[in-house]
């Protein structure tokens, strides 16, 4: 007897919350007052606030139409690399079955892929989707020495330098020499570069 299984994260999604544009929105209003805003972040605010509204509109942690185009293209693969497999399944009676947190995004990744595996083959059968959160949810992204490690990396004079750099491109160094904890002013900024890409079907915003 033979099993196929699919392990895998939700697919691109919004920010889990309004958090980095937040700050980093009042970053650069505060900057803006001080005349201390280079030409090159001068419509950063009007960037961030674009970007708000996208995310508020899809929704904050959810998945975004990429992730759904994401997981439709692992279901037709997966029906394609396993057709012979999918067929015996089907003559055989077997079923397929979705196991998911009952985070939302989990939930529309495993229906985007059960849609694209029944469009390659209709007569799939499929047991009732199972939420089990026990195992699967992970309410910290890293383990106790995982986010050690994390703020170890954090305190690094690379990475504060790197900082500097990302937060240079938007404002003066007069501005940026007191900020307290650059380096997580501009993690906000990185974050929103970041997801930017996931969002691409939704908005032309990369913050490139």
């Known amino acids: ?31 803006a007052k001080k005349g201390k ?16 509204k996208v995310e508020s509109t899809i929704g ?27 067929a015996k399944a089907v ?16 939930i529309q990744s495993a229906s985007a892929m059960r849609a694209s595996l029944t469009a390659a083959n209709a007569s799939l059968q499929y047991a ?10 992970l309410t910290s992204g890293a383990s106790k020495n995982g986010n050690a ?7 690094a004079s690379n990475v504060r330098t790197a900082a500097n750099d990302v937060l240079h491109r938007i404002y003066s160094q007069s501005y940026i020499n007191p900020l307290s904890d650059p380096v997580s002013k501009a993690l906000d900024i990185y974050r929103l570069y970041n997801t930017a890409p996931g969002l691409a079907g939704q908005t032309t915003l990369t913050f490139a």
């Open 37 to 52: 805003v280079r030409s090159l972040g001068q419509r950063f605010d009007n960037d961030v606030k674009a970007f708000r």
């Open 91 to 106: 003559t055989d009676g077997d079923t397929v079955a979705f196991r998911t947190t009952s985070v939302h995004r989990t």
């Open 1 to 31: 007897m033979f099993f196929l299984a699919t392990i895998g994260r939700h697919g691109s999604r919004t920010l889990t919350n309004s958090g980095p544009e937040t700050r980093a929105l009042s970053v650069w209003t505060a900057a």
């Open 128 to 137: 009732d989707r199972v939420t089990d959160n026990a195992r699967l949810l």
């Open 60 to 86: 904050y942690g959810e998945l975004s139409d990429a992730g759904k185009t994401e997981w439709s293209g692992i279901g037709r693969r997966t029906a394609v690399n396993y057709k012979t497999f999918v």
């Open 149 to 155: 490690a994390i703020a170890k990396a954090l305190k």
